[in-house]
């Protein structure tokens, strides 16, 4: 899997004109799965970013997580983060299929629920509208496969 976490004071994603998923502090997360991606792979991702010390205490430094600063999660499915960029049209053969993806982006999502957290997301496959007023900015790139 391949997220794009970036911390942000606030963060929405419309479909369609409406506002299907809208937080506050926290996490915007941009989430690819790849065809060799699991359910384990899934939940220690997570795992990891629930855990995620980006949020500055008292002394301007980075060691507070998620859960500490009362925050909140935004995921949006992104398959276009396994795009091949060796010709100049991106391809997305490597993104895998959404009867994998979809439970995977699923699980992802309900193990941050499991963790205590709000969780608001896109729409699989939509077409979408993301803002985010990033805080930082803070943006930490995650791939399992390395």
Not at 120 to 127: I, L, N, S, T
């Amino acid at each position: 899997m391949r997220a794009v976490v970036t911390r942000v004071r606030s963060a929405s994603v419309e479909i369609g004109g409406k506002v299907n998923g809208a937080i506050g502090q926290g996490y915007l997360i941009l989430l690819g799965v790849g065809p060799n991606d699991t359910e384990d792979t899934s939940v220690k991702l997570a795992d990891k970013i629930c855990n995620l010390r980006i949020f500055e205490d008292e002394n301007e430094k980075m060691n507070l997580n998620l859960e500490q600063v009362g925050g909140s999660i935004l995921v949006v499915s992104q398959f276009t983060l396994y795009a091949d960029t060796s010709s100049r049209r991106p391809g997305f053969s490597g993104a895998a299929k959404p009867d994998l993806a979809i439970p995977l982006y699923e699980k992802f999502m309900e193990r941050c629920r499991e963790r205590g957290f709000t969780v608001e997301h896109g729409e699989f496959g939509a077409d979408m509208q993301v803002f985010s007023q990033n805080d930082g900015p803070v943006t930490i790139l995650f791939d399992t496969e390395k």
